[in-house]
């Protein structure tokens, strides 16, 4: 079993469903400061992993109506801050956290400087209130083959559809690329529910989009105040995720 092999054992075994590789070549192009060269001197290739996220988590607006245990008037606001976001993003950033640095002590332990950085970043309040990703896991994903971009602004894959969250590991080791997808997976102009569904109107197209070619970068923007706005007038959370129906057996009738 060669290293690739090896990292992409380790990182199923402690809970990844996805895992791809991208050579740092695939990143050329990127935003200044981004590049994982720049990142890391001496990089040559990006571990990318992913963790599906449960079905009944993106569900959660519709979860335990009629509870003897919760009353309805705090239903949305419980499921919200205790079932959603610790099991849509807290417990599953710690998962990847924790597989991201045991695939960085297994590369430095053979001699291959290594990095990752936490699967969400925080602000830096008195200093930096919007700072920014110092790393873009997106793409690295799509460009490790896991997926490509969807009108969501996010990675779609062919198996868990936009329902994952990724972390990455930034190594000089020479590891063996993966293949890009062969063909689309967001259904793009056919389908629009991820642009049609969101109550704050989030998302634009960006002008001269191909709509029948892979995305490997975003065809979209995020209006970051309409989509927090959104999330104040409706239980929105995970909604763009949710209506997506890639993934989903072919099909998830609108809500």
């Known amino acids: 079993m060669d290293l690739t092999q090896e990292l992409t054992v380790a990182a199923r075994t402690a809970g990844a469903s996805l895992v791809g590789v991208a050579p740092v070549e ?4 990127a935003p200044t400061g981004h590049h ?4 890391l001197p001496g990089a040559r290739s990006v571990l990318t992993f992913g963790i599906r996220l449960l079905d009944r988590v993106l569900e959660w607006p519709e979860l335990l109506k009629g509870s003897p245990l919760i009353p309805e008037a705090c239903r949305l606001d419980a499921l919200n801050a205790l079932f959603y976001k610790r099991s849509g993003y807290d417990i599953v950033n710690d998962r990847l956290n924790q597989i991201a640095l045991t695939l960085a002590n297994q590369l430095e332990d053979l001699g291959y400087p290594s990095l990752f950085f936490p699967a969400t970043y925080g602000a830096l309040p008195d200093k930096m209130p919007q700072l920014p990703g110092m790393f873009s896991q997106r793409h690295a994903a799509v460009r490790a083959g896991l997926g490509e971009f969807g009108f969501n602004n996010v990675v779609v894959t062919n198996r868990y559809g936009p329902r994952v969250r990724f972390n990455s590991v930034i190594t000089a080791a020479p590891l063996t690329p993966s293949a890009l997808p062969a063909a689309k997976t967001c259904l793009g102009i056919d389908c629009r ?5 969101c109550p704050g109107r989030a998302f634009s197209l960006l002008p ?3 709509h029948d070619r892979l995305w490997l970068d975003p065809v979209s923007r995020t209006d970051w105040a309409a989509c927090r ?3 104040l007038a409706s239980p929105c959370m995970g909604l763009c995720l949710r209506v997506c129906p890639v993934g989903r057996n072919g099909s998830l009738e609108r809500q």
């Open 26 to 29: 695939r990143f050329k192009g």
């Open 208 to 210: 001269g989009s191909c």
């Open 229 to 231: 706005r959104g999330q």
């Open 193 to 197: 529910l991820c642009l049609d569904e």
């Open 36 to 39: 994982p060269a720049e990142l």
